[in-house]
């Protein structure tokens, strides 16, 4: 079993910035890709990014691209969201999840985090 704690979110003004960080326990061995979905009211969950915790790469939604970066920190077990230019359409639940499947995309994630609220005013 694998256990992702989430912390990081709440409230900023349009244009600004958040981190969101996800920290892996139990079996770590299972945590080979970690990503992040947001879910915003009244819609389906969508996926955001991912990268690979042992041969890098990574992958955005274009959404995102060129304002959200993701990061591993393999000492820590832990990814990071950081969240930049940020717009009141970014405003979500934010998941963190993990796959012991090498290749990034947004099929077979197994385990997930609690989710964390972030809310981008106008």
């Known amino acids: 079993q694998v256990h992702l704690a989430q912390s990081g979110g709440g409230l900023v003004q349009t244009g600004g910035s958040l981190r969101l960080s996800c920290a892996a326990s139990?079996?770590?061995?299972?945590?080979?890709?970690m990503g992040w979905f947001r879910q915003a009211p009244g819609k389906e969950r969508e996926f955001v990014a991912d990268t690979n915790r042992f041969i890098g790469g990574t992958n955005y939604a274009d959404s995102v691209k060129g304002r959200f970066t993701i990061s591993i920190d393999n000492t820590k077990n832990t990814v990071y969201l950081q969240m930049s230019s940020l717009k009141p359409e970014d405003t979500a639940v934010y998941f963190c999840?993990?796959?012991?499947?090498?290749?990034?995309?947004?099929?077979?994630?197994?385990?997930w985090g609690q989710g964390t609220q972030v809310t981008v005013s106008s």
């Open positions: 139990g079996l770590t061995g299972y945590v080979v890709t």
């Open positions: 999840a993990t796959k012991k499947s090498y290749a990034l995309g947004t099929a077979d994630y197994e385990y």
